[in-house]
């Protein structure tokens, strides 16, 4: 939030989110397993679920933010503009 502020970035807003989700899925995970009820019932699929969306908004996060891949008019289809080695062929591999 400290970032945003600073910056006005919306990008640092949704990087927050990122973090908030994933205390919103511990949290239904932590009161998911401390309920005496059956272990499949409504908190378990609100924790299955609220997983679901985390793994994404996380994945999608790294995948397009942070490594900067999947860009449309990157040199190299799927990665980044600028590579460390010279080759392409080591990191389509490493994909």
Known sequence: ????????????????GKYAMGMVHYFFYYYW????????G???IVWCF??????????????????????PHARYPLLRSELVYKSHIPFYYLL
């Open 50 to 71: 609220t997983g679901v969306v985390y793994g994404l908004y996380a994945c999608a996060w790294d995948f397009l933010m942070d490594w900067s891949l999947c860009r």
């Open 1 to 16: 939030m400290r970032r945003y502020r600073d910056s006005n970035l919306p990008t640092h807003l949704i990087n927050a």
């Open 42 to 44: 409504a908190n378990f």
């Open 33 to 40: 397993r401390h309920q005496d009820m059956p272990h499949i």
